[in-house]
């Protein structure tokens, strides 16, 4: 539990103390990652023991609770920085380049979900012997062996899921197609009336101190709508990233979730890993 | 006949008062409507699915109305819908042949009758049609048993089983699947044709399809709110395969236009019942480049370098090098046949028909040991009822397990599959 409390205890500390947002961010992220670290140790052993000896099922319930609520508590915090540098959070330094490289408006792509689902679903059906086992369970016409892992995606969820991902999707692009609309208004008329005429100004008065303050000022108010635009495009699309993971953690059975929090936990870690791992290589290189 | 006039009418206005809104708007009035005429259903399910729902649903009514024969399919619809009911979901694209519960009354009146019509008509199948690894959702699905009532009609007892594999978008695709089998309806009533011509009312139809495709093309294409028209006004360059499978008591006519693929499982072997249409099989090659084509490599064997299959409904850019005429091929019906599998590329590219019948076989093999034939009686007919409600689960485990075995070995497109079970072993004998 004191792990938990730590990216807790980031989260309050940087708002009292008004910190460098993402250096503060920063070391809220990497105490997040080292809790999703532990927490995929706790998923991988109830797997593992839920394999020989059937788990509790309220035991894996407040598991995945527990998951659950690290993400949510991952999206409050960033939603709260987001209020005070929604720029930072867009081009989130803590990450690898390689992450930075497959993000969507700042994080995972919530489609992703479902090919994660159905990758992880077929490692697990093409598991030695797996096919035939199905074939078994539906001979004996009993329940009890449905639901085990995420090969025994039934009819019914698998129609659930199939939906999620089309209305997922579709969400996802009307989040992209928002966030197109943000990212023309850059362009916009002010924003050209504005650099033209500072351009023009320093050009002929040499840029007096006065005219740099207020230079500043509508500069300001002029990009303030503007980061207003995308931090709720942003607020959009990590809503979406969780409610995705909800719904689809809700349609599976406690035990085929934790296969799934596993996955998608294990991936999450080894792609930073992996890209902090090139980052450092290439850094040497240059 | 009231209620095929019926069914006809409601559908014309569904698609009607679809048309001129969004994709939101669009759902939303689906969901209303999908409501309306199936209230027993606990979730909104999707456009694609609750229309076809709604339309096996609407079928079934008509087949309840003006005839008996088909009448049995509400006892096994009882099961499955009950099922759907408690536990809050709708088994939507993986959809059963659910069918209104109130058909029961008339099942229990003949029963001679209807132990024979059993084995003639009633069609145990299974449907699985799910987006997959792709953003778009291209392919369609439409299963209408006893599609034709009409009496002295070659039609009469038959079903219709169809897979469609849009490209470009998903119009063509879904207009083949809201309208392939009324076509093909009207084709086959429209005169007492002779066995022999199967081939020549398929391919009038395949015709007839694409020419509809092609006026709506001219005519509604602000109303259909797809995709394509972000990206292109070139509309003409969407299409769609089609394989279709006629099921009469004693022949599966199944014809087929592109490289979805229909197989039968015949004692344990795989016979492909449909040959892809690609642009590098010899016969097309000979037939593009006759007409003026060229099949050029890029990224597989494309026509003019562009279409990776030589037929297809649609694909106006692309004639006459591809045509929508279709290859039929008719089949008798044997009682080694086991069952039928009508799928899209999405499980051809990555599971044998060998496998394929292979996992079919078993699914619907585990389910329903081959048992000593029965004489007909009451308590023969309870154990058919039981043995039919289990037969069309298995036929749905079957198109789940493939669909799911496409996705675990990679399948990148989308996956649809269609499973029919084709026994006769409670035939009377």
């Not at chain 2, 083949?176 to 009533?189: Q, S, W």
């Not at chain 2, 091929?329 to 019948?357: F, K, P, Q």
């Amino acid at each position: 539990m004191s792990v938990i409390s730590s990216s807790a205890a980031y989260l309050s500390s940087a708002i009292r103390d008004n910190s460098p947002e993402h250096e503060s961010f920063k070391k809220f992220f990497d105490c997040w990652l080292s809790e999703q670290n532990q927490q995929l140790q706790d998923l991988i052993f109830t797997a593992k023991s839920f394999s020989s000896t059937p788990v509790d099922e309220a035991a894996l319930r407040s598991l995945i609770e527990r998951v659950m609520n690290h993400y949510e508590c991952y999206y409050r915090t960033k939603a709260t920085w987001s209020r005070h540098d929604v720029c930072a959070m867009l081009t989130p330094s803590w990450l690898s380049s390689l992450e930075d490289a497959f993000l969507w408006i700042g994080g995972w792509r919530p489609s992703m979900a479902f090919h994660l689902l159905y990758s992880k679903s077929g490692l697990q059906l093409e598991a030695p012997g797996k096919l035939d086992e199905l074939i078994r369970s539906i001979t004996t016409t009993t329940t009890t062996t449905t639901g085990q892992d995420l090969a025994d995606i039934s009819p019914e969820q698998l129609s659930r899921v199939n939906e999620l991902q089309r209305r997922t999707i579709i969400e996802e692009k009307e989040i992209s197609e928002e966030m197109a609309r943000c990212q023309e208004t850059l362009a916009g008329p002010d924003m050209v009336e504005l650099s033209d005429m500072v351009s023009e100004q320093l050009g002929t008065n040499n840029g007096s101190i006065v005219d740099d303050v207020g230079e500043e000022d509508r500069v300001e108010s002029a990009l303030k709508p503007r980061e207003k635009g995308l931090e709720e495009v942003l607020k959009r699309a990590d809503e979406l990233r969780l409610k995705t993971l909800n719904d689809l953690v809700d349609l599976l059975t406690p035990i085929q979730a934790v296969h799934f929090l596993i996955a998608a936990a294990q991936l999450h870690l080894k792609i930073h890993e992996w890209g902090k791992k090139r980052d450092a290589k290439h850094h040497l290189a240059a | 006949m009231a209620g095929i006039c019926c069914g006809v009418v409601r559908e014309g206005e569904t698609s009607a008062s679809m048309e001129p809104s969004s994709r939101t708007l669009k759902r939303r009035k689906v969901e209303l409507l999908t409501y309306k005429f199936i209230a027993d259903v606990a979730v909104p399910p999707a456009v694609e699915c609750s229309r076809k729902r709604q339309k096996l649903e609407l079928y079934a009514s008509t087949a309840a109305s003006s005839t008996r024969e088909c009448c049995k399919n509400g006892v096994q619809s009882s099961e499955a819908k009950s099922k759907d009911e408690s536990e809050g979901s709708h088994a939507c694209e993986a959809l059963r042949s659910s069918r209104p519960v109130n058909l029961r009354e008339n099942s229990a009146s003949t029963e001679l009758v209807e132990n024979k019509i059993l084995r003639l008509e009633n069609p145990r199948f299974g449907v699985t049609s799910v987006c997959g690894r792709r953003r778009d959702m291209e392919d369609a699905v439409s299963v209408h048993p006893c599609f034709s009532q009409e009496e002295g009609s070659v039609s009469k007892g038959c079903h219709f089983f169809g897979v469609f594999d849009g490209h470009g978008c998903s119009h063509v695709a879904m207009k083949c699947r809201d309208r392939l089998h009324e076509i093909v309806k009207e084709e086959l009533e429209s005169d007492r044709l002779a066995p022999a011509q199967w081939k020549e009312k398929m391919e009038r139809s395949f015709t007839r399809m694409d020419e509809e495709v092609q006026e709506s093309n001219g005519s509604d294409r602000i109303i259909s709110n797809c995709r394509c028209e972000l990206q292109t006004p070139r509309c003409d360059a969407v299409g769609s395969t089609a394989v279709v499978a006629v099921l009469t008591p004693e022949k599966i006519v199944v014809s087929n236009c592109g490289d979805s693929r229909a197989v039968l499982c015949r004692n344990g072997v795989a016979i492909p019942l449909s040959s892809d249409h690609k642009p590098d099989r010899p016969d097309e090659l000979v037939r593009i480049e006759a007409a003026g084509g060229r099949v050029i490599y890029w990224d597989g064997a494309r026509v003019l370098g562009m279409l990776a299959m030589s037929r297809a409904i649609g694909d106006n850019y692309l004639k006459p090098y591809v045509i929508p005429e279709p290859e039929v091929t008719v089949t008798d019906r044997t009682d080694d046949d086991e069952c039928l599998i009508l799928a899209s590329d999405g499980l051809w590219d990555v599971v044998s028909n060998d496998t394929a019948c292979g996992v079919a076989r078993m699914c619907l093999r585990a389910q329903n040991p081959p048992s000593p034939p029965r004489s007909p009686g009451s308590s023969g007919e309870v154990r058919n009822d039981a043995a039919f409600e289990s037969s069309d689960k298995a036929c749905s485990d079957a198109s789940i397990l493939l669909t799911k075995l496409a996705l675990a070995r990679h399948s990148t497109d989308n996956v649809s599959v269609v499973v029919v079970d084709l026994r006769r072993e409670r035939q009377q004998q």
